[in-house]
T-cell receptor
Framework: AQKVTQAQTEISVVEKEDVTLDCVYETRDTTYYLFWYKQPPSGELVFLIRRNSFDEQNEISGRYSWNFQKSTSSFNFTITASQVVDSAVYFCALSEANTDKVIFGPGTSLSVIP | DSGVTQTPKHLITATGQRVTLRCSPRSGDLSVYWYQQSLDQGLQFLIQYYNGEERAKGNILERFSAQQFPDLHSELNLSSLELGDSALYFC????????????FGSGTRLTVV
């Protein structure tokens, strides 16, 4: 069965601090996809990144970076030099290759304080 | 604009009533997914349609049903509404391969009073 755990319910940081959002997943499949989505206060869900299980290369996109480690079943997300606009709920999600549904974690609410 | 259109944006209705939520997928996307987001349950997968056919079912109540029409738009029907059905309902679409990731609509906020 698939499961996604985001142990951090809420995080507050001061602007310009770095922050890492943790994500741990469970799956029995060897082929799967991992995602991060952002939900700002306006409510829409914004796709940030997708990784497949065969690609453990870490990725950096501007101030965002992702650390995928199969050995620990983790897919952590780091925001460098956080900004107030980063305040949102961030969801980690998982999909196994033999299913079409994406299972979301409970989300981490990030507040960046000016 | 994500390209996925959901209407209406807000809906207030009374218990026992029936409502229909509508979703138009992004151009070229054949799959439509419905999710319910509530405070206590988080984002819950309800159902998926692919090119008109039901493809996967999640935690969807029997009072809820959905369909996808030949023009690929989808409707989620919620009946015998209860207070606990108040939630944000998202529609998402994707190409046939999940690896591209979902594109979500802006959601329909349903309030049952």
């Amino acid at each position: 069965a698939q499961k996604v755990t985001q142990a951090q319910t809420e995080i507050s940081v001061v602007e310009k601090e770095d922050v890492t959002l943790d994500c741990v997943y469970e799956t029995r499949d060897t082929t799967y996809y991992l995602f991060w989505y952002k939900q700002p206060p306006s409510g829409e869900l914004v796709f940030l990144i997708r990784r497949n299980s065969f690609d453990e290369q870490n990725e950096i996109s501007g101030r965002y970076s992702w650390n995928f480690q199969k050995s620990t079943s983790s897919f952590n997300f780091t925001i460098t030099a956080s900004q107030v606009v980063d305040s949102a709920v961030y969801f980690c999600a998982l999909s196994e290759a033999n299913t079409d549904k994406v299972i979301f974690g409970p989300g981490t609410s990030l507040s960046v304080i000016p | 604009d994500s390209g996925v259109t959901q209407t209406p944006k807000h809906l207030i209705t009374a218990t026992g009533q029936r409502v229909t939520l509508r979703c138009s997928p992004r151009s070229g996307d054949l799959s439509v997914y419905w999710y319910q987001q509530s405070l206590d349950q988080g984002l819950q997968f309800l159902i998926q349609y692919y090119n008109g056919e039901e493809r996967a079912k999640g935690n969807i109540l029997e009072r809820f049903s959905a369909q996808q029409f030949p023009d690929l738009h989808s409707e989620l029907n919620l009946s015998s509404l209860e207070l606990g059905d108040s939630a944000l309902y998202f529609c998402a679409s994707s190409r046939d391969r999940l690896g591209y990731g979902y594109t979500f609509g802006s959601g329909t906020r349903l309030t049952v009073v």
